[in-house]
């Protein structure tokens, strides 16, 4: 499956999930993950790679700097990951209100 399939694949499951999503188009910045998500308090950053696909030099270390700074990165590379991790995280509690 091209990645751009994956991407488009997954996206139709996100939103059907009830996520909110949009592309991150290209910035000035190499290395930027593909998709932004966000539902009932998660905010999750995607990268879409073929299987078995390999980060760029420039994705991980734009990955690593986001990770370190407490942000939440996937790398995917199946329908079924992407599926398996939407669905740990569709049904979890809200943050509760102060």
């Not at 399939?5 to 993950?33: D, H």
């Not at 999750?44 to 980060?55: A, D, Y």
């Not at 329908?79 to 943050?95: C, H, N, V, W």
Request: charged content about 25%; overall charge positive.
């Amino acid at each position: 499956m091209l990645e751009s399939q994956l991407e488009q694949k997954c996206m139709g499951y996100a939103r059907a999930s009830g996520w909110w999503e949009v592309k991150i188009m290209r910035c000035s910045r190499n290395g930027i993950p593909d998709r932004v998500l966000g539902f009932n308090g998660h905010t999750v950053f995607v990268e879409f790679k073929q299987p078995n696909g390999r980060l760029s030099p420039f994705q991980q270390r734009e990955h690593s700097a986001m990770r370190r700074c407490g942000m939440t990165v996937w790398v995917i590379d199946s329908y079924e990951m992407f599926k398996g991790l939407i669905d740990a995280r569709s049904y979890t509690q809200p943050p509760q209100a102060d």
